[in-house]
Nanobody, 115 residues
Framework: QVQLVESGGGLVQAGGSLRLSCAASASIFSADVMAWYRQVPGKQRELVAR???????NYLDSVKGRFTISRDYAKNTVFLQMNSLKPEDTAVYYCFSEIELQSYWGQGTQVTVTS
């Protein structure tokens, strides 16, 4: 069982930045996928950014050029740098990992962007 713990969420004004962190309880070196999703009440959870074991990276169209996903193997941590934040980025952000065909989710961290 792998535990994922997110941190870094908070309240920020539009145009500001936040950096989310997702610390895994096990090595992420063997992870097939590390990703960030977000969800607002009444809507489906959506993929924001993902990075594969082969370092392929994908972003939600609306965050391209503003968000950057990265990972630190030494710290078993995945990051989501979010710049030029917009009110529509407000959501609970979840860390996701697929390791050895098992899927894991973090508990989520709230990001609120005010106009």
């Amino acid at each position: 069982q792998v535990q994922l713990v997110e941190s870094g969420g908070g309240l920020v004004q539009a145009g500001g930045s936040l950096r989310l962190s997702c610390a895994a309880s096990a090595s992420i070196f063997s992870a097939d996928v590390m990703a960030w999703y977000r969800q607002v009440p009444g809507k489906q959870r959506e993929l924001v950014a993902r990075i594969t074991s082969g370092s392929n990276i994908n972003y939600l169209d609306s965050v391209k050029g503003r968000f950057t996903i990265s990972r630190d193997y030494a710290k078993n941590t995945v990051f989501l740098q979010m710049n030029s934040l917009k009110p529509e980025d407000t959501a609970v952000y979840y860390c996701f990992s697929e390791i050895e065909l098992q899927s894991y989710w973090g508990q989520g961290t709230q990001v609120t962007v005010t106009s």
